[in-house]
């Protein structure tokens, strides 16, 4: 939360409200050693999530009883198989897979939803405070109390995982933006294109949306190591993924019951959950920098 805090502080800021050249961002992102590993690991991260079906060794589904709860290093699995003989490294693939997929949809969805409350209340100031206190009343919810409610409605899986992180996500990016739009509003290119007749959705999409992406595009990067993390603890809990499917969460959740005769079987989907979640983490905080006229050397 400390990081997110720190977008909203850099776009409130003037400087922050443009949009830096791509290579020259990139090139400040990658200048610190920490900041280029964490972009390298976001890379394969995102590559073996996108190509788990053809990087997996066997079928996610396939059960080899025979070889159940096998320590990694055995008869080839490198990492072990589950309880129910399943590879390990099968099972992670496909439970990154997941996870991302339901990271990336919770922050796409809930993104576009709270971008449109925060440039409608930034742009239109008599349902400004009615939008703003609406947003507060959902930060005072929890994202797993929203997986709760839903749940109980809907039922558990993916969709509803989805759905819950999705709402929980709109109000922060509504306040992220409002700040953003409102100093964007201020800037002299705004009057004069008011002063050519410009429609309010074309001001919007031309001249206020483009200039606020840099602080959204650093939120939207941040808040994706934590929807991960609340995805997974949703499914931990038994809401999100059921079974057979692979989740991280839900892989976790099944490898509890087997901590004392095969802790890898819940310490390896962890560990990698640790992974995704400093990796996005990290490559947020570079971007904030990067992005950031303010901090560059």
Same mark, same amino acid.
């Given at each position: 939360?400390?990081?997110?805090?720190?977008?909203?502080?850099?776009?409130?800021? %003037?400087?922050?409200?443009?949009?830096?050249?791509?290579?020259?961002?990139?090139?400040?992102?990658?200048?610190?050693?920490?900041?280029?590993?964490?972009?390298?690991?976001?890379?394969?991260?995102?590559?073996?999530?996108?190509?788990? %079906?053809?990087?997996? @060794?066997?079928?996610?589904?396939?059960? *080899?009883?025979?070889?159940?709860?096998?320590?990694?290093?055995?008869?080839?699995?490198?990492?072990?198989?589950?309880?129910?003989?399943?590879?390990?490294?099968?099972?992670?693939?496909?439970?990154?897979?997941?996870?991302?997929?339901?990271?990336?949809?919770?922050?796409?969805?809930?993104?576009?939803?709270?971008?449109?409350?925060?440039?409608?209340?930034?742009?239109?100031?008599?349902?400004?405070?009615?939008?703003?206190?609406?947003?507060?009343?959902?930060?005072?919810?929890?994202?797993?109390?929203?997986?709760?409610?839903?749940?109980?409605?809907?039922? @558990?899986?993916? %969709?509803?995982?989805?759905?819950?992180?999705?709402?929980?996500?709109?109000?922060?990016? &509504?306040?992220?933006?409002?700040?953003?739009?409102?100093?964007?509003?201020?800037?002299?290119?705004?009057?004069?294109?008011?002063?050519?007749?410009?429609?309010?959705?074309?001001?919007?999409?031309?001249?206020?949306? @483009?200039?606020?992406?840099?602080?959204?595009?650093?939120?939207?990067?941040?808040?994706?190591?934590?929807?991960?993390? /609340?995805?997974?603890?949703?499914?931990?809990?038994?809401?999100?993924?059921?079974? @057979?499917?692979?989740? /991280?969460?839900?892989?976790?959740?099944?490898?509890?019951?087997? /901590?004392?005769?095969?802790?890898?079987?819940?310490?390896?989907?962890?560990?990698?959950?640790?992974?995704?979640?400093?990796?996005?983490?990290?490559?947020? *905080?570079?971007?904030? *920098? &990067?992005?950031? %006229?303010?901090?560059?050397?």
């Amino acid at each position: 939360m400390a990081s997110i805090n720190s977008a909203a502080a850099a776009a409130a800021t %003037p400087v922050a409200a443009s949009m830096p050249k791509r290579p020259g961002m990139l090139k400040r992102l990658l200048r610190e050693p920490v900041a280029a590993i964490a972009f390298v690991l976001v890379v394969l991260l995102i590559g073996a999530a996108v190509f788990a %079906p053809w990087l997996a @060794p066997t079928d996610p589904f396939d059960n *080899d009883l025979a070889n159940a709860m096998a320590v990694p290093g055995t008869d080839g699995l490198l990492l072990g198989a589950d309880s129910q003989g399943r590879n390990m490294i099968t099972r992670l693939l496909h439970g990154l897979r997941i996870t991302m997929m339901m990271g990336m949809a919770s922050v796409l969805l809930g993104g576009l939803a709270g971008a449109l409350v925060g440039f409608t209340a930034a742009f239109y100031n008599r349902i400004d405070g009615l939008l703003m206190r609406l947003m507060d009343v959902l930060l005072s919810f929890p994202a797993i109390l929203f997986g709760l409610a839903i749940a109980a409605i809907f039922g @558990p899986g993916v %969709p509803a995982v989805v759905l819950a992180l999705s709402v929980a996500t709109v109000p922060l990016m &509504a306040r992220i933006v409002r700040g953003a739009a409102l100093v964007v509003m201020r800037m002299d290119y705004i009057e004069a294109a008011r002063s050519t007749g410009m429609g309010d959705v074309r001001l919007i999409l031309h001249h206020l949306a @483009p200039n606020c992406l840099s602080p959204i595009f650093v939120f939207a990067t941040l808040r994706f190591g934590q929807v991960i993390l /609340l995805g997974s603890a949703l499914s931990f809990l038994g809401l999100g993924a059921q079974p @057979p499917l692979a989740e /991280l969460g839900a892989m976790a959740s099944e490898g509890r019951n087997f /901590l004392f005769f095969a802790p890898h079987i819940a310490v390896i989907p962890c560990v990698l959950i640790f992974v995704v979640v400093l990796a996005f983490n990290v490559l947020g *905080d570079a971007l904030r *920098d &990067a992005l950031d %006229p303010r901090l560059r050397s």
